[in-house]
């Protein structure tokens, strides 16, 4: 199983980016997929997931703002986000959870300007 990560860059205060994790295998319309990130000097949280069944669960700190979304066909899953803010400045790494397995693709930078 691979995951391959797009659509990271730099964007002011306000506004909106969407990535897209694209992942090798036949697992992934079974799998729990979403995203994590990283900011600097800091650990790895969760973002937002996504289930076999289309459930999602965020932090709060994006709910309203982000939204993870999948299409099975296309074994990608994405993250749209509005209304960015300077504290979303991160590393963000799409997951696939196999059951308790964890795969993880390169990260994303994604960098908000004030």
């Known amino acids: 199983v691979q995951l391959q990560a797009f659509g990271g860059g730099l964007v002011q205060a306000g506004g909106s980016l969407r990535l897209s994790c694209v992942v090798s295998?036949?697992?992934?319309?079974?799998?729990?997929v979403g995203w994590y990130r990283q900011a600097p000097g800091k650990q790895r949280e969760l973002v937002a997931v996504?289930?076999?069944?289309?459930?999602?669960n965020y932090a709060d700190s994006v709910k309203g703002r982000f939204t993870v979304s999948r299409d099975n066909a296309k074994n990608t899953v994405y993250l749209q986000m509005n209304s960015l803010k300077p504290e979303d400045t991160a590393a963000y790494y799409c997951?696939?959870?196999?059951?308790?397995?964890?795969?993880w693709g390169q990260g994303t930078q994604v960098t908000v300007s004030s």
């Open positions: 295998g036949s697992i992934f319309s079974i799998s729990a």
């Open positions: 996504t289930n076999r069944y289309g459930s999602t």
């Open positions: 997951n696939l959870n196999d059951v308790g397995r964890l795969y």
